[in-house]
C-alpha cells in the first residue's frame, strides 16, 4: 500500500511520499535509544510542562489538523476537531496524575517483616522505545493516548502509523518537538507495513503497541511472543447495544444513532449489535431505523455533514460484501444497503434485522455505519447473543432494573459495561478488550503501567 494521502471523499490522491530507507531507519532507531537515556532521567516535572505545552499547541492547531484528518480518512470535520480536543485533555491528565499513578508504592508492613527485610519499595520504571502501531480511523486520538502515557513514564515513542494518514503522522512528531520534548522522544517512521518485523525484531525495541485489525495484532504479536517483547493489542470489535423493557427506549433509540454511525461507522468500539427485548422491538426498531436514515450524509468539511465517506475504497468494498451476504441469506434492509451514485467512498447508514448466525456479519466486524437488529425474549437470550462473538472489547446495556445491571456486568464478555450510555474512553477508565478484541489496557493508571518495569527494591535489615 502506498504511503498517501488519498481524499476519500473525492478518490483523488493529493500528495504520496517515499518509505524511510533502511539507513535513515537505523538513523531514528539510534536517536531513539539516546533519547531514552536522557530523557529518563528528567522529572515528571519537566515531562508535564511540555506535555503541557504540547496540549496547549494542539488546541492552537485543532481547526488545522481537523481539516487535515478529514482529508485523509474522511471524518465529519465537527468529530475531528472534537478528536483534537480530546487528545489535548488526554495530555493534560497524564501531565497531572502520571507521577501520582508511578509513585513508588509500599507493601504492607506485616509482608515486608515476614520476608525479612528492613524495607521493601515497588517502583515504575521506563522500559524504553517503545514501537507504535496505529491504525487510521482516530488517527491523532489513537496515537496520543498511547504517547501521553508513555512519555510521562520516561519511555520514547516510535510511530509506525496507517500509510493513507502521513500527514496527521508527520504532524504528532511535529508537535512534540515543538512542545520541548527533546529529539528522538517522538519519531514517526513513513514505513510500509513490510518494515514493522525488522524494527520490532531490533534489539533497542523494548516492547509495542498495536491498534488495529485482528490480522495486523496476530502478526505483530507473533513476533513480539518471538522476541519476548510486551505488547499491548487493541483490535476489532462488534459491541452489542442491549434495550431491555425497562429502558427508556427513545433515549436509547437516539443515543444509538450516534453509537452506530459516530467516525461513519468506522470505530472498534461503535456498538454494531443492537439486541433488543421483544417487548420493545417494534419500538425501538422503528425509531432507530428512522433515526439512522435522516442521517446527513455528505461533505465531511461540511459543518452540517452526520456522515461522511468510508476511508478507503477496500473499505467500502468490505461493507459491501458483508450486507450483499446477509442480504442474500433472508436479512430483512430496513434501510440504506446500496452504494450511491457520484465519486467518493461513500456507503449509507444501513439497518438490517432478521440476522442469522449463518451469515458473515454475524460474526465479522462491520466497519461502516451499518447496524444488525437482534430479537430477544429475556436476559438469557440477550446475554447469549451479546457474547456470541469472537471479539469482547465493550458493550452497551440499557435497563433500570438492578438486577438486570448485576447480571450483564457479571455475565458479559467484553473489557467495558456501559450502562445507559454508549462506550467512549476516557483518560481516567483502562480501555481495552477480551477475546479477539486483543489484550492489555490503554489510558488510567493500568495504561501507564503496562511499559514499565514493575520492580521490587528490597533492603535487607
Not at 13 to 37: G, K, N, Q, S, V
Not at 60 to 72: G, L, N, S, Y
Not at 252 to 263: D, F, L, P, S
Not at 411 to 416: K, P, Q, S, Y
Request: a negative charge; one cysteine or more.
Amino acid at each position: 500500500m502506498p504511503i498517501a494521502t488519498v481524499n476519500p471523499a473525492t478518490g483523488e490522491t493529493l500528495e504520496t511520499y517515499d518509505a524511510l530507507a533502511e539507513e535513515e531507519i537505523e538513523r531514528r532507531l539510534a536517536t531513539a535509544a539516546a533519547a531514552f537515556r536522557t530523557h529518563r532521567t528528567t522529572t515528571f516535572a519537566e515531562r508535564a510542562l511540555r506535555m503541557n505545552r504540547a496540549a496547549g499547541l494542539l488546541e492552537e492547531d485543532e481547526q488545522e489538523i481537523a481539516r487535515v484528518m478529514t482529508t485523509e480518512m474522511g471524518k465529519p470535520v465537527r468529530q475531528a476537531r472534537a478528536e483534537a480536543a480530546k487528545c489535548a485533555k488526554a495530555m493534560r491528565w497524564y501531565a497531572e496524575h502520571a507521577e501520582e499513578l508511578l509513585a513508588d508504592e509500599e507493601p504492607a508492613e506485616y509482608d515486608v517483616k515476614d520476608s525479612g527485610a528492613a524495607w521493601v519499595i515497588v517502583r515504575y520504571r521506563p522500559l524504553g522505545p517503545v514501537l507504535a502501531v496505529m491504525p487510521w480511523n482516530f488517527p491523532l486520538w489513537q496515537v496520543v493516548r498511547f504517547a501521553a502515557p508513555a512519555l510521562m513514564a520516561g519511555n520514547v515513542g516510535l510511530l509506525k502509523h496507517a500509510s493513507n494518514v502521513p500527514r496527521t503522522a508527520l504532524y504528532l512528531e511535529d508537535l512534540f518537538r515543538r512542545a520541548g520534548f527533546a529529539e528522538g522522544c517522538f519519531q514517526t517512521l513513513l514505513v510500509g507495513s513490510g518494515a514493522v518485523e525488522g524494527i520490532l525484531r531490533d534489539p533497542r525495541i523494548k516492547a509495542a503497541t498495536l491498534t488495529g485489525s485482528e490480522p495486523a495484532g496476530r502478526s505483530v504479536a507473533s513476533v513480539a511472543g518471538d522476541e519476548i517483547k510486551k505488547t499491548v493489542m487493541e483490535l476489532g470489535g462488534s459491541d452489542p447495544f442491549i434495550v431491555m423493557p425497562s429502558a427508556d427506549v427513545e433515549r436509547a433509540a437516539e443515543v444509538a444513532v450516534t453509537a452506530r454511525g459516530q467516525n461513519n461507522g468506522q470505530s472498534c468500539i461503535a456498538a454494531k449489535r443492537f439486541i433488543v427485548h421483544t417487548d420493545v422491538f417494534d419500538t425501538f426498531a422503528e425509531r432507530f431505523t428512522a433515526r439512522m436514515k435522516a442521517l446527513r450524509v455528505g461533505d465531511p468539511m461540511e459543518e452540517e455533514t452526520e456522515v461522511g465517506p468510508l476511508a478507503s475504497r477496500q473499505g467500502r468494498a468490505d461493507v459491501e460484501e458483508l450486507v450483499e451476504d446477509a442480504a442474500a441469506r433472508g436479512a430483512a434492509v430496513l434501510c440504506g444497503g446500496a452504494r450511491p451514485d457520484g465519486p467518493g467512498w461513500y456507503y449509507p447508514p444501513t439497518v438490517l434485522a432478521d440476522v442469522t448466525p449463518q451469515m458473515r456479519i454475524h460474526h465479522e466486524e462491520a466497519f461502516g455505519p451499518v447496524a444488525t437488529l437482534y430479537r430477544a425474549a429475556g436476559i438469557d437470550e440477550a446475554v447469549a447473543i451479546a457474547n456470541d462473538s469472537p471479539f469482547g472489547l465493550s458493550s452497551n446495556v440499557w435497563t433500570h432494573n438492578g438486577t438486570e445491571v448485576d447480571r450483564f456486568v457479571q455475565d458479559l464478555e467484553a473489557g467495558g459495561v456501559y450502562i445507559n450510555g454508549m462506550t467512549a474512553s476516557h483518560p481516567a477508565f483502562p480501555f481495552g478488550g477480551v477475546k479477539r478484541s486483543g489484550y492489555g489496557r490503554e489510558l488510567s493508571g493500568h495504561g501507564i503501567r503496562e511499559f514499565c518495569n514493575i520492580t521490587t527494591v528490597w533492603h535487607g535489615a
